[in-house]
């Protein structure tokens, strides 16, 4: 099981972000092997980082090679004053069961 972490500085966002941004999350979710996703923001840095859940790396390479995660790539500078991406091996997944989550199902 892996996990990609997108953490971003925001920017200025426009019609054509917020519609690659829509057009990557629906790709995402449409890819085998997809577990789900969490979102988080850092009050104090502004910060956002969004987890996305995989069954395997070869999940997960889809959506690095989907045709508009590409294109929102080389374009990023326009969105974003800075990023930062960070792919893991899930080693395991605990919890109390009192909170949703992607991996929420017994893993280990």
Do not use: C
Request: hydrophobic letters at 45%; aromatic letters at 12%; glycine letters at 6%.
């Amino acid at each position: 099981m892996f996990v990609s972490t997108f953490t971003f500085a925001p920017g200025a966002f426009d019609q054509e972000f917020h519609r690659m941004d829509a057009a990557i999350a629906e790709a995402a979710r449409a890819i085998p092997g997809y577990l789900g996703e969490e979102s988080w923001e850092n009050p104090a840095t502004g910060l956002v980082a969004n987890s996305y859940y995989w069954d395997s790396m070869a999940a997960l390479e889809q959506l690095m090679q989907h045709p508009t995660h590409r294109a929102a790539k080389q374009q990023q500078a326009r969105w974003l004053a800075g990023y930062h991406v960070v792919v893991a091996q899930v080693l395991a997944s605990h919890g109390d069961g009192r909170i949703a989550h992607p991996l929420a199902s017994p893993m280990v």
